[in-house]
Nanobody
């Protein structure tokens, strides 16, 4: 019903920046809360940032002040701008969508690898 396609991952040096994108299709983008999660090997998948249809945002304490989530409702895309990256940010980053009116409807992207290393 909803397809999420991520892009923008890659290898970056500590202190560098990266911008992830998630393009949504198959449903009404404006009705969904959009999130970014990440999962490192052997670790659980944790919420990094989220943005509601109204534009309200929230961030994990570990990324607050360094990451920015935004959405372009006209293009059906959500972004995660990451700056001052640290090795601890290395993980697979996943896009997530939850229907605001019924959170039973939740969808995940395929994941994109972010590696922070010298």
């Amino acid at each position: 019903q909803v397809q999420l396609v991520e892009s923008g991952g890659g290898l970056v040096q500590p202190g560098g920046s990266l911008r992830l994108s998630c393009a949504a299709s198959g449903s009404i983008f404006r009705a969904y809360t959009m999130d970014w999660y990440r999962q490192a090997p052997g670790k659980q998948r944790d919420l990094v940032a989220g943005i509601t249809p109204g534009g309200s945002t929230n961030y994990a304490d570990s990324v607050k002040g360094r990451f920015t989530i935004s959405r372009d409702n006209a293009k059906f895309v959500v972004y995660l701008e990451m700056s001052n990256l640290k090795p601890e940010d290395t993980a697979v980053y996943y896009c997530h969508a939850a229907l605001t009116t019924n959170q039973r409807y939740q969808y995940w992207g395929q994941g994109t690898q972010v590696t922070v290393s010298p």
